[in-house]
């Protein structure tokens, strides 16, 4: 008999003005039923659909958004976005807070943060992080367990 297994997961992420922006994803898997009868394999395939579930929405708070004020236009001075000369602006890196708090809790989680940067953002440094992929790694770290909690490696999330 299959089991229908429900996973959510959301974030938000802060944006400059005190704005913020969020994702979510829900989703619904059919497992067979022996899952039910094996707890450490049905763990395993509810921890891989979490991760399915919070990669995508890392990758959706990645991306740039084009939001759109009241005239209709782009809106100026936003990240990523074109203001009245019609150059683009630059997004937002980490703030000085941001960094202090990634190595602050890399260090407490025995994470190489070095690692986890280049496996996550292709070997940018912390302070060539924007403010939101400054946000989504402090909460990726969160995540980790503390020391003698298990063996993870940054390898192991990507």
């Not at 979510?24 to 891989?48: F, K, M, Q, Y």
């Not at 740039?64 to 100026?76: F, I, K, L, M, N």
Request: aromatic share 4%.
């Amino acid at each position: 008999m299959p089991v229908n297994v429900n996973v959510g997961f959301s974030r938000k992420v802060g944006e400059p003005n005190y704005g913020s922006r969020g994702a979510s994803v829900h989703l619904e898997v059919e497992l067979d039923g022996g899952a039910l009868n094996d707890p450490e394999r049905l763990r395993t395939e509810i921890e891989t659909i979490f991760e399915r579930a919070r990669d995508a929405v890392d990758r959706e708070l990645q991306r740039e958004v084009s939001p759109v004020s009241e005239s209709g236009g782009p809106s100026d001075g936003q990240p990523g976005h074109h203001g009245q000369n019609g150059h683009a602006k630059a997004a937002r890196p980490a703030t000085p807070n941001q960094i202090r708090a990634m190595q602050t809790i890399a260090r407490h989680r025995a994470v190489d943060l070095c690692q986890l940067l280049d496996a996550r953002f292709n070997g940018k440094t912390a302070e060539e992080l924007t403010v939101v992929e400054a946000s989504l790694l402090i909460d990726q770290l969160k995540s980790f367990p503390t020391p003698g909690d298990g063996d993870l490696t940054a390898a192991s999330w990507q």
